[in-house]
């Protein structure tokens, strides 16, 4: 039996969000506080019970794929807006809504004194709308939009604080970063456009093998590889992959809800999401599938070294988004689509929780956001330090947990594949789960475990020293945050702990995703190995325990916890020894720097050159002024013949005929 879905109830999933945003957005002042959250909530609610009544009917096998509205025709080209929906657009939705949700309800606790309520909660709707609009849409054209739109509020909302100058550096630089990928993004839909006449998904998909046989022109490369490439450039720049991640981790920035919508759930997942989307392409051409294996591997593996020495708790769980997203990139690449966007929905839930949790302590802090000054926090926050801890878990990968079943799949298909990059990539992943582990649980033990560091600070930050000339600097005892804070952290932890195990079944081996995502398993069997060793979600976590990764895994816990619990002057002797690596590490591999030193200033130079030569010199010189300049003289010489008198003039007449006259004689002799 399938249930039919409607239109209206379409419409509304993204409508409801956009219209909370509005209300909050310009008539905040008149609704005032209660009035912005409740109406902002009301429409994330109401678009998440949609959302999950949706997923019930596309489980029982309906489908929705249909133009909502045309925008403009051009010739043959229809631009419209228009909505498909199957598994991986219901499942999509779901993860967005229910994050996004438990992100509003966090936020009331979380932005309570903030002068800006009313905008941010203005923002995270029209960012929930966008998103939404990006995971439904049928064509190119909206998915460009949503692509664009969650771009804008991003930005928006990582500067959310717009006195603070880092905030406007970290906003300018994630909108810079992300117009490098959206440019590869837009010449791959331009390609696509170029070559098939249409922007619509399934017309697209049509047209693919005859794509395939097509090289670009004037080069030998083919012109599906050329396609695919650019559209994977735009997912490094959204889903933040070697080297466009550098947006990320500055991205912190913003205040920490963000952090947990934006840079876990949904929009740094749009990328995996879109080239899932158009795995009907991917297949088509293995190079990109092997460039996307090495930027995915190089992703996983090195932003991981990179969390081990971060100090902030939220830059901590910034560097493991990106080290997730590596792993999530690896799958695609090993054409197992299905594990990828399995991955991002348990990621989804553990990361908004890591994210959640670590706001709640900076709240107990009181916004002090150092971990080596925390420490046995455990007692005073118990809901934080419970849901953190099942969050951790997840995180690593331990058996039964949901974090395991997608994370271990990636390593089985990466096992399983017979691309030339696999090997390297699942030498990667196998090492990325130590690391992960540990810098995880070195920030775990760091904050609740251990001494209590916070009465005196060995790392005070700017908040820190006007406190203790009053001498009331010890009257700051962390403790739990209130229940609207805390809520959303039990809500996020269930998820956590036991989607993966539900769902595992029919999203990798079931039909859920079977009309969503095409494979060609004669050339890419990793999906097909992994339906062979399946035998069910118990097993898979039972056996987990005798696997490499758990073992792995497990030296990462023990090792995090004898350096930070035990012997704490293991990893100081570390950094001695170690210097100049962690001197590179510090620098985050001197990226910022060749962008900032050698690319800005490039950048820089051309558009002094451009300014200077080709503004000022040409178009105002030569073009604007030259010609002005060209009148006048015209002018200046005409005025000479043009004196007012008629004799003159009589003359010039007379001797005009006389000249006319003799050439004429001339010419005929």
């Known amino acids: 039996m399938t249930t039919a879905l409607s239109l209206n109830s379409l419409l509304a999933v993204p409508l409801a969000p956009l219209a909370g945003s509005i209300a909050a957005g310009l008539f905040g002042k008149v609704i005032g506080r209660k009035g912005a959250h409740a109406l902002t909530i009301l429409?994330?609610?109401?678009?998440?019970?949609?959302?999950?009544?949706?997923?019930?009917?596309?489980?029982?096998?309906?489908?929705?794929?249909?133009?909502?509205?045309?925008?403009?025709?051009?010739?043959?080209?229809?631009?419209?807006?228009?909505?498909m929906i199957d598994g991986l657009t219901a499942m999509m939705m779901c993860v967005v809504t229910f994050v996004s949700l438990m992100v509003h309800i966090y936020t009331i606790g979380y932005m309570e004194e903030d002068p800006g309520y009313q905008r941010f909660f203005s923002y995270i709707s029209l960012f929930t709308f966008s998103m939404l609009m990006l995971v439904m849409s049928n064509n190119m054209l909206q998915l460009f939009f949503g692509w664009e739109a969650v771009g804008l509020v991003s930005y928006l909302l990582i500067g959310f604080w717009f006195k603070k100058p880092t905030a406007i550096f970290a906003n300018m630089k994630a909108f810079l970063v992300n117009r490098v990928g959206d440019f590869g993004f837009i010449l791959g839909i331009g390609l696509i456009l170029a070559y098939t006449g249409t922007l619509n998904y399934t017309e697209i998909f049509a047209k693919a093998p005859e794509l395939a046989k097509l090289g670009f022109p004037a080069t030998d490369w083919m012109l599906i590889t050329v396609i695919c490439i650019c559209l994977f450039i735009g997912a490094m720049g959204k889903s933040a992959q070697f080297p466009l991640h550098v947006w990320l981790p500055d991205?912190?920035?913003?205040?920490?809800?963000?952090?947990?919508?934006?840079?876990?759930?949904?929009?740094?997942?749009?990328?995996?999401?879109?080239?899932?989307?158009?795995?009907?392409?991917?297949?088509?051409?293995?190079?990109?599938?092997?460039?996307?294996?090495?930027?995915?591997?190089?992703?996983?593996?090195?932003?991981?070294?990179?969390?081990?020495?971060?100090?902030?708790?939220?830059?901590?769980?910034?560097?493991?988004?990106?080290?997730?997203?590596?792993?999530?990139?690896?799958?695609?690449?090993?054409?197992?689509?299905?594990?990828a966007v399995f991955h991002l929905m348990t990621h989804a839930f553990f990361k908004a929780l890591l994210f959640l949790g670590a706001g709640?302590?900076?709240?107990?802090?009181?916004?002090?956001?150092?971990?080596?000054?925390?420490?046995?926090?455990?007692?005073?926050?118990?809901?934080?330090?419970?849901?953190?801890?099942?969050?951790?878990?997840?995180?690593?990968?331990?058996?039964?947990?949901?974090?395991?079943?997608?994370?271990?799949?990636?390593?089985?298909?990466?096992?399983?594949?017979?691309?030339?990059?696999?090997?390297?990539?699942?030498?990667?992943?196998?090492?990325?789960?130590?690391?992960?582990?540990?810098?995880?649980?070195?920030?775990?033990?760091?904050?609740?475990?251990?001494?209590e560091r916070f009465h005196h600070k060995p790392f005070p930050g700017e908040h820190d020293h006007h406190d203790d000339d009053h001498g009331h600097g010890h009257a700051h005892e962390p403790h739990e945050s209130p229940l609207v804070v805390t809520l959303p952290l039990i809500l996020l932890a269930i998820p956590s702990v036991l989607i993966g195990y539900f769902t595992i079944q029919p999203e990798l081996f079931g039909d859920f995703l079977k009309s969503a995502i095409s494979i060609d398993l004669e050339h890419h069997p990793a999906m097909e190995e992994l339906a062979h060793e399946f035998h069910g979600a118990f097993e898979m976590a039972v056996h987990g325990f005798s696997s490499l990764p758990f073992f792995l895994a497990l030296a990462g816990v023990v090792t995090a916890y004898v350096f930070y619990i035990v012997a704490p002057q293991i990893p100081a002797m570390f950094a001695k020894v170690l210097r100049p690596l962690i001197v590179i590490g510090e620098n985050k591999y001197f990226l910022d720097w060749f962008n900032e030193n050698v690319l800005a200033a490039g950048a820089r130079l051309l558009g002094r050159g451009l300014w200077k030569v080709g503004d000022v010199g040409i178009i105002d010189g030569l073009l604007v002024n030259g010609s002005a300049k060209l009148v006048g003289l015209i002018g200046s010489l005409v005025r000479l013949f043009q004196t007012g008198y008629l004799y003159h003039y009589a003359l010039v007449m007379i001797l005009g005929v006389f000249a006319l006259m003799t050439w004429f004689v001339f010419m005929h002799h």
């Open 360 to 451: 709640s302590v900076i709240i107990g802090m009181h916004h002090d956001q150092d971990i080596r000054n925390m420490g046995g926090l455990w007692k005073r926050m118990p809901i934080t330090w419970i849901t953190s801890l099942i969050g951790s878990l997840a995180l690593i990968g331990t058996p039964f947990f949901s974090g395991f079943y997608s994370k271990d799949s990636i390593i089985e298909a990466l096992h399983a594949s017979h691309l030339p990059f696999a090997h390297y990539a699942y030498i990667a992943a196998v090492m990325g789960v130590f690391v992960t582990a540990f810098y995880s649980f070195r920030m775990y033990f760091l904050v609740f475990h251990g001494k």
């Open 43 to 83: 429409g994330v609610l109401i678009s998440f019970i949609i959302s999950a009544m949706t997923l019930n009917a596309v489980i029982d096998g309906a489908r929705f794929n249909q133009t909502v509205y045309e925008w403009m025709t051009l010739g043959s080209l229809k631009m419209e807006v228009g909505f």
């Open 251 to 339: 991205s912190m920035e913003g205040p920490t809800p963000i952090s947990a919508l934006i840079h876990a759930a949904t929009m740094v997942t749009a990328g995996i999401f879109m080239v899932t989307r158009m795995s009907p392409l991917f297949e088509l051409s293995d190079t990109a599938l092997n460039f996307i294996l090495v930027i995915g591997s190089i992703t996983s593996l090195f932003m991981g070294f990179l969390g081990i020495i971060q100090n902030d708790i939220k830059r901590v769980v910034a560097y493991s988004t990106l080290s997730q997203l590596g792993y999530m990139t690896v799958a695609l690449g090993v054409s197992a689509y299905n594990v």
